[in-house]
């Protein structure tokens, strides 16, 4: 019983210490950049329920 529980760990070891092929490392960005601009506003603007929208637009046109 300790002579196959000691084999078993030495075989372990050495498969665990054989020599692997290196995973690929992920493509790295160097920098994010994140900008305002004025698509930002369209964007926003999808989010507005279309009754608040509608009211909006005839506050406008009673002015």
Known sequence: MKKTILMLSVI????GCSEKEP???AP???RV????SSAEPTIS???IPEHIRR???E???HY
């Open 12 to 15: 372990l070891f050495f498969i």
């Open 45 to 47: 603007a999808e989010f």
């Open 23 to 25: 995973t690929p490392k």
């Open 33 to 36: 950049e994140i900008r305002t």
């Open 59 to 61: 506050v406008v046109k």
């Open 55 to 57: 009211s909006r637009i």
């Open 28 to 30: 790295t960005k160097d």
